[in-house]
């Protein structure tokens, strides 16, 4: 088993992208105009059983770490943006259960058998009406009586809720808890119900499918993630999500300016001997799309360093404002550098990029990436930075 | 001792907690008596004004604000270091 894991992990990017560019990419232009889930690629991901990359091998999942995983959303994203992000949020879910909910028998039988076994997918409802984005504060409260455990939640953005297997859902610890004191409960399909209560027609990231829900679970205390929120928050949810977003931003702009490059080789071939005028802006778009890819990656290696040499140890140096300053530091710099590249493609290619129906439209990966700034507004993350720099010394 | 009267004083200031101070044991959590993150900056900077430290960075973590106890602690051993 474990030698399957191990092989099935040396090509789980290169495996990825195949499947971005024989499934994922020849479905985003109807996944984005009918603003629908991109099914066909979760088909293929499940049946390559790609699902399971961050589930630890112990569990019997690949076990990838940040920067693999990275690689893999970004792959997947320079066929289809809205794929790219569904499995980035996926894995950030499964990287809560996986490392906050190990030592419960219920987290690792789930691990093992729905994650693993039934590759299956996990959504996230961390906004609530009424907190207006800030993830930190919850409204709703997990009601827990002897054996019975259940929660509300009017939810203002659920992506493809609709179509997953799970809901991780953020909540007070307690009805008389503090709106900070959170925790992360997970409902397995059959243990709650979701009604969708607004529509998802937006500029991009349409295959997300995330309108309001009204969310109603019920279960038992132990699907409860064991300690709080504030802690898988800072050594996992917030890592996996700025290094994961940021890594499938990378790749939304690789393929915007791949279409640009394309564009330009094309004209200086049908003139030899002359550098095409736009050839320049390629080349200084390409230089910022090093400086992004190598933000998001040196993140990721360090989170992987410091996780593999000592779990105990890396924990601290993720709970440090240090580190939560580093991490708004890259998601803010990827979300706007990302919209900007997106511009500079569309600049070179002209006509046939502000087109629709091109090999070489950046329509589509323009919408979708001015999604970056809002998702996590980055004016709630400065705020955050601001106050933080009020007492850290070095950056 | 005394330095845990001055921050609960400090606390009351600007901790914005949900319970009140006096009710709190020095071991009490703070951050489930409703501390947010941005309040507790609010707080360091306080004691650092109060007590004239500075908090080097690798005490900037929640554990280290997360009970009275614990602040005296830091405030503690960075006033026994300058001393
Ligand atoms: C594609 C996409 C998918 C998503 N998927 C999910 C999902 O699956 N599950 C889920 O729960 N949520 C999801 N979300 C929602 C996301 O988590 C945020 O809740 C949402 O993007 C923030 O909404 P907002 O702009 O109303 O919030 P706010 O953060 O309140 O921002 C509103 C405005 O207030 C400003 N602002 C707020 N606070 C401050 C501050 N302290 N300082 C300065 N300015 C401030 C902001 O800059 C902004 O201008 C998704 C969002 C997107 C775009």
Redesign the interface.
């Known amino acids: 088993m474990n030698r399957h894991a191990s092989s099935d992990r040396a090509d789980l990017v290169a495996r990825t992208a195949t499947i971005a560019t024989e499934v994922a990419a020849r479905h985003a232009n109807d996944v984005d105009r009918d603003a629908r889930f991109p099914s066909e690629s979760f088909a293929a991901l499940r049946e390559a059983r790609l699902l399971s990359a961050a589930v630890p091998r112990g569990f019997g999942g690949q076990g990838a770490g940040m920067l693999e995983l990275g690689n893999q959303c970004a792959a997947l994203a320079q066929g289809c943006s809205s794929s790219g992000m569904v499995l980035a949020m996926h894995h950030i879910q499964v990287a809560c259960i996986a490392r906050h909910g190990s030592d419960s028998p219920y987290f690792q039988k789930y691990l093992r058998e729905n994650l693993v076994e039934r590759q299956e997918l996990i959504a996230s409802i961390t906004s609530e009406n009424g907190t207006f984005g800030d993830t930190?504060?919850s409204i709703c409260a997990v009601e827990v009586d002897g054996d019975a455990m259940k929660l509300d939640k009017d939810a203002t953005t659920v992506s493809y809720g609709a179509h997953a297997d799970a809901q991780l859902v953020t909540c007070r610890?307690a009805a008389d808890?503090?709106?900070?004191?959170q925790v992360l409960v997970l409902f397995p399909k059959g243990s709650y119900t979701l009604e969708q209560t607004g529509t998802w027609d937006t500029l991009g990231m349409r295959g997300t499918c995330s309108p309001g829900a009204r969310f109603s679970g019920h279960g038992k205390p132990e699907q409860v993630v064991p300690g709080?929120f504030?802690?898988s928050s800072?050594e996992t949810m917030v890592p996996y999500s700025h290094i994961l977003w940021s890594a499938l931003w990378t790749g939304i702009a690789t393929d915007a300016l791949g279409r640009a490059a394309a564009c330009v080789r094309g004209a200086a071939r049908r003139k030899p001997g002359s550098v095409p005028p736009n050839a320049a802006d390629l080349a200084r778009a390409y230089v910022d799309l090093q400086t992004m890819r190598n933000n998001w990656q040196a993140c990721a290696m360090e989170f992987d360093a410091m996780t593999a040499t000592d779990d105990a140890a890396a924990r601290?140096t993720l709970?440090?404002?240090?580190w939560a300053l580093k991490m708004n530091q890259l998601k803010m710099a990827c979300s706007e550098a990302a919209p900007r590249l997106c511009h500079q493609a569309l600049q070179i290619i002209g006509i046939l990029g502000y087109k629709n129906d091109t090999p070489f439209s950046v329509g589509r990966h323009y919408r979708d990436v001015l999604s970056a700034a809002l998702m996590v507004s980055n004016g709630r993350i400065a705020g955050?930075s601001a106050?933080?720099l009020?007492?850290?010394?070095?950056v | 001792m005394g330095n845990e009267s001055k921050i609960r004083a400090i606390l009351k200031e600007h901790g914005r907690l949900a319970k009140d101070v006096d009710t709190l044991d020095d071991n009490a959590d703070l951050y489930q008596a409703g501390m947010t993150s941005h309040a507790s900056v609010n707080v360091m900077l306080a004691l650092e004004g109060e007590f004239d430290v500075e908090f080097p960075d690798e005490m900037l973590k929640r554990s280290s604000f997360e009970s009275i106890a614990a602040i005296a602690s830091v405030v503690d051993s960075l006033t026994a270091a300058s001393a």
């Open positions: 930190r504060s610890r808890a503090a709106n900070s004191d709080s504030a802690d800072a601290e709970g440090s404002m240090n955050k106050s933080m009020l007492v850290v010394k070095e």
